[in-house]
């Protein structure tokens, strides 16, 4: 018995120590929040399950978010993880959650139960947000440095020129290839005056330098190119593209942008000028708060307003209407994808509606950028071209500021003086100020107009209990409409009827005048007695109209229902009609029973009066001393006054601006940024949180917290992005403009996508000169004309374009640059080229646009006739880069040569070759005109046929013809004439490819 009890007691013991490990197991320690559990939603949870998405109706961002719970109950239930759906999704074979990616573990799903089970701790105001990737995760992110130049054979160091060199032959080494031959004098005088100017070089130019004997003869020449007006004009076009400039607002309307030209002027200017890059971007980002009183800082902030502008949407839609936040989104969407695709190369505007997919941008990034322009718009604004009659104009307006300042502070001193009576005749007076102007009168009730004085209107004043009323009393209108003036619309048959129900079924008339014409009583009220009878509806019925023009209506200043001591009841009722003019203040329904009419312009409102009496209530509440002050101080207001007037005009340019005249419903903030919120899904209607100004926080070392003092202050918001854009520290900037200068030289980006340095974008063929290239442009004056001479100045720039067997074999794209890349000339090149060989070209800088159409304007929206535009009758054929660019309508011709569509942003053109370009190289009027052009020049200098041919030929294409090519020429003149010819020489592959 005792060796039962015993083996009992034994095996209890071994259950009791089984229970305790079991429990031990099931009630571990409090897992640790930020450490075990935050992981866990970071990895599996937070992407989809966060307060922008919500997928399920659930966020897991907040404890406050988790606790509402999803779509179909409880997800989260601190200390009872059975009740705690969130464990329901994630367990079991088939897990439910998460839809992407691998099931949580035994391990994870264990740390979430007894993390519910110990009260699902967590910290007040902590929110989860996406693991993000971190520097290292992606090249372009990584600190910019500069590499040692690579090693090479002697043999191999005779080959370099520049830096760029010792790079491409290092990486040529590890492929077995190594630079073609240098390109013959003719074809590099050609590709370099195109690439450095957009036109070629005359025949004598190619001749003096293929002549010339000078070592430095091809320095010297890019020298000379860099320092030429000609410079910025091409390489502007290039810049244009990129943030896709236009001369018009595009959208449905697509009017008119008469003064964006001054910002593509600046950047001209800046370019031959060759100020510092970052002088460059902070000009355009925020020049006119860095430096005020400079000629070009205003106009380069056309640059974040550059793109299109939704007419309709701004100017048309009403403040309070959920299309006018839908409007501001995306076009503040536009400028951030603007100035941060172009400057970094970084495609934010994926992360609208998402976190980015790719990269480490998230919905709170974005929209920290757009709050940095949410004070701003785009509009108009003025300028002064001259430096120093802007500092005067801004020391004249400090000065006006100064003394409005002490006149408005002791006027409202004196002001205070006057309490009550003073409040009150001032609104008399600007009551009947408005009266005289006709500004805010509410002339009263207007029905509909008719053509017969015979059809019949009422109107009716519904009240919600009875009333009893002594008289009835109607205010007749006065409005100086065809002169009538008083009594305008008094019917001149009417009745008046009381009721007790809305039907007027069993109406009682008070006042019947149906049977004869009722005399106009003017500004005279009408009374009808009715001895305290009660009602409970009203009704007047006109009859007969009264005369308006050629037509007929009934109108009434006022109905007052007056009981015992005249106190008026008609407020209280409701005011109906058989129809209504509704054109508030002057005529609304309402007007009828608010207690303002409107009866003249001299009753009850003398305006001398009401002025006098203020200007004596004034006067006795200021002291002599006061007086003189207010009389000095508006002489020096009136002083400044005349001195800014005759200031020279202010100029226009179409900027980023915080003021200017309100248009509709466009109004400017004044520079007070307005609210931006991150949106759910990118949707206005479901506004997550107010954002503040911010940049994302992806580089090491360089926060995205601006930092600003005055979060309120518009221009410091744009200040601070801009310094953050430029920071030595930020390699996205140096890297992105230098990556853009190779593309426009070589016709391929060191790496081919030049807007997206993101996982979605290409890797660098040569990472290595990429980045010793952009640091020593950062750090030696980030001079763009010294990068130019480092590229066309080197071996590789230089090369034949000539292939061979080898290379194609192992590069077949070139990627490598074993020889120079063969390229087609973009549209604008080609036109200016083709405007100088015919003698055509205008070399006026600057200035408006040329318009290459007919401009029709309709009502809704211009029409540009490209059709109707004469090339032969033009008075100006300027450059390319000084055309009036149309977004929704191109211009056919430039359109069929790939030029840049400006309602998108460019950052490298597509090149084509199309039956359709032949087509336009020879029958478009334009070609047609310039070949006659052309001819006319080739001719005039000689009559023989053969020599004419020969000279256009040398012109168009840089050399002399071959027999064969003389032969054929000469006989097409012969046939179809010498502007044919011209017309054949300027359609041919070498005049539009770029060896």
Known sequence: MWFVIQRIQIHTLLLLICLAGITAQTDAAEPDFKKQVVPIFQQHCIRCHNDSTKDGGLSLETKQAALQGGENGKILTPGVAAESMLLDYVVGPEPEMPKKGEPLTKAEIDTLRNWIKAGAVWPPDYRIREAQLTDTDWWSFQPLSQPPLPKLTDKEQKQVRTPVDAFLLARLREKGLTFSPQADRRTLIRRVYYDLTGLPPTSAEIEAFVKDPDPRAYEKLVDRLLASPRYGERWARHWLDVVHYADTHGYDKDKLRENAWPYRDYV???????????????????????????????????????????????????????????????????????????????????????????????????????????????????????????????????????????????????????????????????????????????????????????????????????????????????????????????????????????????ATTIADHTQADYPNPGTRPVEVALEGQSFQYLRMTATKLAPRSNDFIFALGEIQVLAPEDRNQAGQAQVTSLDSIEAPPRWARKNLIDGNFYQSPDSNQDLARLQQKRDDLLASLSSEEEKQSLRDWSARIKRVQSE?????????????????????????????????????????????????????????????????????????????????????????????????????????????????????????????????????????????????????????????????????????????????????????????????????????????????????????????????????????????????????????????????????????????????????????????????????????????????????????????????????????????????????ILNSNEFIFID
């Open 268 to 506: 001209i200017r800046a370019l031959n000028k060759d100020i510092p890059y970052s002088k460059f971007i902070l000009d355009q980002l925020a020049g006119d708060v860095v430096d005020p009183h400079s000629p070009h800082t205003v106009p380069a902030t056309g640059f974040i307003v550059a793109g299109p502008f939704d007419w309709v949407g701004q100017i048309e839609i009403n403040e309070n209407l959920i299309e006018k936040k839908i409007t501001r989104n995306l076009d503040r969407d536009d400028m951030v994808a603007t100035v941060m695709n172009s400057t970094v190369s970084l495609t934010v505007q994926c992360a609208r509606c998402h976190n980015h997919k790719f990269d480490p941008i998230s919905q709170a990034d974005y929209y920290g950028l757009q709050a940095v322009f949410a004070g701003i718009d785009r509009a108009e604004r003025t300028y002064d071209p001259d430096p120093a009659t802007a500092r005067k104009r801004q020391t004249l307006l400090a000065a006006q500021a100064r003394v409005q300042k002490l006149h408005q502070d002791l006027d409202h001193q004196i002001r205070k003086r006057g309490g009550e009576k003073l409040t009150q005749l001032e609104a008399e007076l600007k009551q009947a100020r408005n009266a005289k102007e006709g500004q805010g009168v509410e002339y009263g009730y207007h029905s509909q107009i008719e053509k017969s004085d015979q059809t019949a209107k009422w109107v009716q004043l519904n009240f919600k209990q009875p009333v009893t009323a002594n008289k009835i009393r109607l205010m007749p209108a006065f409005d100086n409409y065809n002169n009538i003036g008083a009594g305008f619309g008094f019917p001149r048959r009417f009745k008046l009827e009381i009721s007790d129900t809305s039907d007027f079924k069993s």
């Open 644 to 984: 800014l007037g005759k200031l020279p005009a202010q100029k226009k340019v179409f900027a980023a601006a915080t003021e200017f005249p309100r248009r509709g419903n466009f109004r400017p903030t004044e520079g007070e940024p307005r609210p931006v919120f991150l949106l759910s899904r990118g949707s206005e209607k479901a506004p997550v949180r107010e954002v503040d100004p911010a940049a994302p926080g992806l580089i090491d070392g360089l926060d995205g917290n601006l930092h600003l003092q005055d979060p309120g202050d518009e221009g410091a918001r744009r200040l601070a992005l801009a310094r953050w854009i430029v920071n030595p520290r930020n390699p996205l900037t140096w890297r992105s403009i230098v990556n853009r200068v190779w593309l426009y030289h070589f016709g391929k980006g060191i790496v081919d996508t030049p807007n997206d340095f993101g996982k979605m974008g290409t890797k660098p063929t040569h990472p290595q000169l990429l980045d010793y290239l952009a640091s020593r442009f950062r750090d030696e004056g980030q001079s763009l004309k010294q990068l130019h001479r480092w590229i066309v100045l080197s071996t590789a720039y230089q090369q034949s374009s000539r292939s061979n067997a080898k290379g194609a074999q192992v590069d077949g794209d070139n990627r490598f640059l074993w020889r120079m890349n063969r390229r087609k000339l973009e549209a604008e090149a080609i036109r200016d080229a083709v405007l100088q060989i015919s003698g055509k070209l205008d070399f006026n800088m600057y200035g408006p646009g040329d318009r290459l159409f007919v401009l029709e304007k309709p009502q809704h929206s211009p029409h540009y006739l490209y059709q109707k535009y004469d090339p032969a009758k033009a008075e100006t054929h300027r450059r390319s880069i000084y055309r009036f660019i149309v977004r929704s309508v191109p211009d056919p011709f430039m359109e069929s040569l790939d030029c840049a569509d400006p309602s998108q942003i460019t950052p490298k053109r597509i090149e084509t070759l199309t039956a359709l370009q032949a087509l336009a190289l020879l029958n478009d009027q334009f070609m047609v005109s310039m070949s006659e052009f052309f001819a006319q020049q080739v001719s005039s200098k000689t009559s023989d046929l053969k020599t004419q041919v020969t000279r256009a030929f040398e012109t168009a294409l840089g050399r002399p013809p071959g027999k064969d090519e003389v032969k054929l020429l000469v006989e097409v003149g012969q046939q179809h004439g010498l502007a044919n010819v011209c017309r054949l």
